[in-house]
C-alpha cells in the first residue's frame, strides 16, 4: 500500500482500491533489447557494503547472470583459485586489504589475471580513477550508480549483443 493509498484510507474510513494502470501503459523498462548472455557466466561482486552486494547480485540475476559474492579482499582471493568468473566488481575501500592491494594480486594470477575488472567507490577524489588504470583495472564507477551504467559497462567489457525478442 503505497503512502497516499494509506492516507486516503485513514481519512476515508474506507479501505482504499487498487488502482491499475491500463495495460496500453505498462511497458518494459527497457529501451534496447535485452543483452545475450551465455549460460553459467558468472560475475564476482567485492565489497564490504551489503546493500551494494545485493542490489549488484539482484541486477545481474535479473539479467541471467550467476554471482559469487565477497565481502573483503581476502575471501576474493580464496574465491577466484577455484573460480573463474567472466567479470569482477571490486571495491576499492576494503576491510584489512584494500582493492587495490587485491587488484594487483589478481593481475598476477596465471589463472585470473586477464579476468576484466571494474573497480568502484563512493570516495570522491578523482586520483582514485587514475590509479586504478594505473595498476590494471579495465574500468572504474563511481558509487551511487545506475541499472543503466552497471549493465553499459558489463556488455562493453564482455562484448554481449543485443538479442530481438
Do not use: C, H
Not at 491500463?22 to 511497458?27: D, I, L, N, W, Y
Not at 577524489?125 to 543503466?148: H, L, N, W
Amino acid at each position: 500500500m503505497g503512502f497516499f493509498d494509506f492516507l486516503r484510507k485513514k481519512l476515508s474510513g474506507k479501505p482504499a482500491e487498487p488502482v491499475a494502470p491500463p495495460a496500453a501503459e505498462v511497458s518494459d523498462r527497457r529501451g534496447k533489447p535485452r543483452k545475450n548472455v551465455p549460460s553459467g557466466m558468472t560475475i564476482l561482486i567485492v565489497d564490504d557494503s551489503k546493500t551494494v552486494v545485493a542490489v549488484l547480485r539482484k541486477m545481474l540475476r535479473e539479467n541471467n547472470f550467476s554471482t559469487l559474492e565477497a565481502y573483503d579482499a581476502e575471501s576474493a582471493l580464496e574465491i577466484l583459485q577455484k573460480n573463474k568468473p567472466a567479470l569482477i566488481f571490486l571495491d576499492i575501500v576494503l576491510p584489512n586489504m584494500t582493492g587495490f592491494d587485491a587488484l594487483r594480486r589478481i593481475r598476477k594470477s596465471p589463472y585470473v589475471g586477464r579476468t576484466p575488472v571494474i573497480m568502484i567507490s563512493g570516495n570522491e577524489a578523482a586520483t582514485e580513477e587514475y590509479y586504478v588504470r594505473r595498476i590494471g583495472a579495465d574500468d572504474f564507477m563511481k558509487k551511487p550508480f545506475s541499472r543503466a551504467e552497471v549493465f553499459s559497462r558489463v556488455d562493453r567489457l564482455l562484448n554481449l549483443t543485443p538479442t530481438i525478442m
